[in-house]
Nanobody, 121 residues
Framework: QVQLVESGGGLVQAGGSLSVSCVAS????????MGWYRQVPGKECEFVAS???????VYTDSVEGRFTISRDNVKSTVYLRMNSLKEEETDMYYC???????????????WGQGTQVTVSS
């Protein structure tokens, strides 16, 4: 199994920047992709970004050019740098990990507890 622990959430003003981190432990060899989702209460989780073992990154359209996902393999950690944050991006941000099963198909099996990001005006 894989355990994921997020950190770095907090309060930031609109237009500001924030970085969140996710440390993976356990059976790291069983995963080849990690990413971030965010969720508003009562809504389904929204994909934000991912990075796979080949270094390929994917971003949802709304964050392209503003957010950057990166990894540190030695520390088994992924990072999400969020720039120019908007009020509507106030959410619980969840780290996820799983496997890339095909060129365009990902299966996320493991989830962290989430870290709260609040964007204020």
């Amino acid at each position: 199994q894989v355990q994921l622990v997020e950190s770095g959430g907090g309060l930031v003003q609109a237009g500001g920047s924030l970085s969140v981190s996710c440390v993976a432990s356990g059976s790291i060899f069983s995963i080849n992709v990690m990413g971030w989702y965010r969720q508003v209460p009562g809504k389904e989780c929204e994909f934000v970004a991912s990075i796979d073992s080949d270094g390929i990154t994917v971003y949802t359209d709304s964050v392209e050019g503003r957010f950057t996902i990166s990894r540190d393999n030695v520390k088994s950690t992924v990072y999400l740098r969020m720039n120019s944050l908007k009020e509507e991006e106030t959410d619980m941000y969840y780290c996820t990990a799983g496997r890339r099963l095909g060129p365009s198909y990902y299966e996320y099996k493991y989830w962290g507890q989430g870290t709260q990001v609040t964007v204020s005006s």
